[in-house]
């Protein structure tokens, strides 16, 4: 069935290191990779994206990496700062528009 | 709209009570879903529709969780006779399909008390 696995579950840096988080899914036919930011109290925001056809993307601080064969993609903030705190969601489409989500990993930079 | 809207953005309901929960997505959006996320919790699927049609609905968790969308445009979740363990923010998201990531409401919390 559909599953994506996501860890950590919490993550504390800090401030100006680097945070990773790693997602695995289920399905090999799975094509679309979103990564969502939800801070405290609030929606959940599109960060990044990646699809099946790409690598890695990078958007200045943030990057995501795919490996097709593992079924494993990631998410890679560097230079931290306190505004990235908030909890993190990976996400995989499964053949079709509906999106699956991890559990979410909850990244706190220390100051 | 500009952006993804839901009414009321705070329900508090008698366990036992009927509460419908709104969704206006952006224009234009073919797609819609809706999430259920519990204190502290993920994001758990409910349902989807393209255009007025529910291809997925495998999420509803009873019987008591019924969905519609009109138009093609604003949807509408209703449960029904509803229980403590109801209790959630209920977001709602749209797309204009295909590949592509989701813009999601603020939410509705839900309380059954």
């Known amino acids: 069935g559909e599953n994506v696995e996501q860890h950590p579950s919490t993550l504390s840096v800090q401030e100006g290191d680097s945070a990773v988080i790693k997602c695995t899914y289920s399905?090999?036919?799975?094509?679309?990779f979103p990564w969502y930011k939800q801070e405290l109290g609030k929606r959940p925001q599109l960060i990044i994206d990646?699809?099946?056809?790409?690598g890695e993307k990078k958007d200045q601080r943030i990057a995501v990496t795919l490996n097709k064969t593992a079924k494993h993609f990631s998410l890679h903030i560097t230079e931290t700062q306190p505004e990235d705190s908030a909890v993190y969601f990976c996400?995989?489409?499964?053949?079709?528009?509906?999106?699956?989500f991890g559990t979410g990993t909850r990244l706190t930079i220390i100051p | 709209g500009a952006g993804v809207s839901q009414s009321p953005s705070n329900k508090v309901t008698e366990k036992g009570k009927d509460v419908e929960l709104r969704c206006d997505p952006i224009?234009?959006?073919?797609?819609l879903y809706w999430y259920r996320q519990s204190l502290g919790q993920g994001l758990e699927f409910l349902i989807y529709?393209?255009?007025?049609?529910?291809?997925?609905k495998s999420g509803l968790p009873s019987d008591r969780f019924s969905a519609e969308r009109t138009g093609g445009s604003v949807s509408t979740l209703t449960i029904q006779r509803t229980q403590q363990e109801d209790s959630a923010v209920y977001l709602c998201?749209?797309?204009?399909?295909?590949?592509?990531?989701?813009?999601f409401g603020s939410g509705t919390r839900l309380t059954v008390v």
């Open positions: 529709f393209q255009g007025n049609s529910a291809p997925d």
């Open positions: 998201a749209s797309s204009s399909g295909g590949l592509v990531g989701y813009t």
């Open positions: 224009s234009g959006h073919t797609a």
């Open positions: 399905d090999s036919a799975s094509n679309y």
């Open positions: 990646i699809r099946s056809n790409v």
């Open positions: 996400a995989a489409s499964f053949g079709n528009e509906k999106l699956t």
